[in-house]
């Protein structure tokens, strides 16, 4: 037996502003909507799931993998969905994890190398990279020198 029905009636969800919330203290989904984006939370990732393949059947949505878990010791947040999509649409799920994410010492240079065909494909990926940055600290300066050669 499911608690949460999400047909588009709201009147099934207790709302504040754009915060509607159903279930018990115990077992309970809160979608919070901002302009374009929706964050659902709670306690019970099946229902999450429900509820985010409900969305998916009405509105075109993009999950942009940011997973955040309550442990004893603090909050525990992972883009681990996001970085698998990012290495699959590279064609890079076999590789290898690096302890740095760029040789030291590699100079960059616009004029090193001839131009993408499509240069659209680089700053799709660069852009993937910039949100990663979220959680990922240490690829942020390679992803800042990576994001100075975007014109070509």
Same mark, same amino acid.
């Given at each position: 037996?499911?608690?949460? *029905? +999400? ?5 099934? +969800? ?6 509607? #919330?159903? &279930? #018990?203290? +115990? %077992? +309970? ?6 302009? %374009?984006?929706? =964050?659902?939370? &709670?306690p019970n990732p099946t229902i999450i799931?429900?509820? #985010? #393949? ?6 075109? =949505?993009?999950d942009l993998g940011l997973e955040l878990? !309550?442990?004893?010791? &603090?909050?525990?947040?992972?883009? !681990?969905?996001?970085? =698998? @999509?990012?290495? @699959?649409?590279? $064609?890079?799920? $076999?590789?290898? /994890?690096? @302890?740095? /994410?760029?040789? /030291? ?7 090193? !190398? %001839? /131009?993408?065909? %499509?240069?659209?494909?680089?700053? !799709?990926?660069? &852009?993937? *990279? ?7 600290? $240490? ?14």
């Amino acid at each position: 037996m499911s608690y949460f *029905l +999400f047909h588009f009636n709201l009147k099934w +969800f207790h709302s504040i502003n754009s915060l509607f #919330t159903k &279930g #018990t203290s +115990f %077992d +309970f989904l809160a979608i919070l909507v901002y302009v %374009d984006d929706i =964050l659902l939370v &709670g306690p019970n990732p099946t229902i999450i799931k429900y509820a #985010t #393949t409900l969305l998916h059947n009405h509105f075109k =949505l993009k999950d942009l993998g940011l997973e955040l878990s !309550r442990l004893k010791h &603090g909050i525990f947040l992972s883009q !681990r969905h996001y970085i =698998l @999509s990012i290495l @699959s649409n590279c $064609g890079m799920m $076999g590789c290898k /994890p690096s @302890s740095i /994410p760029m040789m /030291p010492n590699n100079k960059l240079h616009i004029s090193s !190398r %001839d /131009p993408l065909p %499509d240069p659209d494909i680089y700053r !799709r990926l660069i &852009g993937k *990279l910039l949100y990663l940055t979220i959680s990922r600290l $240490g690829i942020c300066f390679i992803v800042h020198k990576f994001s100075q050669f975007l014109s070509k």
